[in-house]
């Protein structure tokens, strides 16, 4: 008891000191600030957990009953962080709603609030002896509750990465991927927490679960203090489409998309075509070719097949190709990929992958004993 005592109290300063750092960090600033109250949050349950097992008081059980309702916030505050770095839209008094789950079960345990100094000592007793039936009612709707919120918020995150593939070349840098660790780590611990509920184990207990809670606190740590600053698309770009031709009208301006298609393939030619610059967007481009941006990204997706993203990759691996099979070009296969554009080695592995059927390295070893044959031989 006494370690996870102290790992309670460590994780608890740990996330005081990380919820006010979160909270004057200028990056994401709204999201941040959501992330801070969420960490703060935490914190809080930790702390008031570690003081009631430390002293086992019954003047603590009411404090840990009231903590204990605290993971009806997390999910919400979750989805709300979310929407907040993939739309830079804080909180506002109408998200009170995304609360409710907490209100409610907060009015629904009122019993507990009003007993008096006999009723909540033999409840924590009952607590302290094991009693399984203390407080189990609202373990349901509080799973079910939660999980929930955090399935919405990756459904959300599944859609900014889908957008910003229509958007962005770089989508990649702004796909955040550390969300992913964190709902699975909140899922981890809902996990244990489902099993602690609904089979007894020893090993699988309430210390467990806020040990994980506490190592939570640290992941979010490392996390969102290094989390690079979320690229936010304007909303004015939404809305350009129907104003100036609805779908079916593009659909038949075969003219237009001739045109349109001619410019965009010129911009990607000649001495220094866009597709080089590591941050490219759609916007550019389409500010480029003298087109609404809107028609830019039809043709893309049905002339040049794909995403934003898909074309400019495509173009860059031609030209990481043609580099590669140049015997004079002695750069790194790493260099010459961040010198067409890309702008994460991951993304670029991939892409060439997928585009070529072979590794960069492979593929450098296999063209360039040909390209050098070809050279020596007759012309």
């Not at 996870?4 to 000191?17: D, E, G, I």
């Not at 960090?25 to 008031?48: F, I, K, S």
């Not at 489902?194 to 806020?210: C, D, H, K, T």
């Not at 702008?343 to 050098?372: C, I």
Request: proline letters at 4%.
């Amino acid at each position: 008891m006494t370690f996870w005592v102290f790992l309670y109290f460590a994780a608890a300063l740990q996330a005081a000191l990380l919820a006010l750092a979160l909270w004057r960090r200028p990056a994401n600033r709204e999201a941040n600030r959501l992330l801070a109250v969420w960490v703060a949050l935490a914190g809080l349950d930790l702390a008031v957990k570690a003081a009631y097992w430390h002293s086992l008081a019954p003047e603590w059980f009411r404090a840990y009953r009231f903590v204990a309702l605290f993971p009806f916030l997390y999910g919400s505050l979750f989805y709300l962080y979310v929407r907040a770095l993939t739309q830079g839209r804080g909180f506002r008094w109408r998200d009170g709603v995304h609360l409710l789950g907490f209100g409610v079960m907060f009015v629904a345990n009122g019993y507990v609030w009003t007993m008096d100094h006999a009723q909540i000592a033999a409840l924590s007793s009952r607590w302290i002896a094991g009693a399984r039936n203390v407080g189990v009612w609202f373990d349901g709707p509080l799973f079910v509750y939660s999980l929930s919120y955090v399935a919405a918020a990756l459904v959300r995150v599944h859609r900014h990465r889908r957008e910003l593939r229509e958007r962005r070349s770089d989508a990649d840098r702004h796909s955040l991927r550390w969300i992913d660790a964190l709902a699975l780590c909140q899922v981890v611990i809902w996990m244990v927490a489902i099993v602690q509920a609904v089979v007894w184990m020893p090993v699988i207990n309430y210390m467990l679960l806020f040990g994980l809670v506490a190592a939570w606190v640290c992941m979010v740590g490392w996390f969102s203090l290094n989390q690079p600053p979320v690229a936010i698309e304007p909303e004015t770009a939404a809305v350009e489409e129907p104003v100036e031709a609805p779908d079916a009208a593009v659909d038949t301006d075969d003219a237009r998309y001739d045109a349109v298609q001619a410019r965009v393939a010129a911009l990607m030619e000649g001495a220094a075509p866009l597709y080089l610059e590591p941050a490219l967007t759609i916007g550019q481009v389409a500010k480029r070719s003298g087109y609404p941006e809107y028609l830019v990204s039809a043709v893309i997706n049905r002339r040049f097949g794909g995403t934003f993203w898909d074309y400019i990759n495509r173009l860059r691996v031609e030209a990481v190709r043609a580099c590669l099979a140049d015997i004079d070009d002695t750069r790194s296969i790493l260099d010459i990929a961040y010198a067409c554009g890309f702008t994460s080695k991951s993304t670029f592995n991939a892409a060439f992958k997928r585009q070529v059927g072979d590794t960069p390295s492979s593929y450098r070893k296999t063209v360039r004993p040909l390209t050098a044959a070809d050279g020596a031989g007759p012309r």
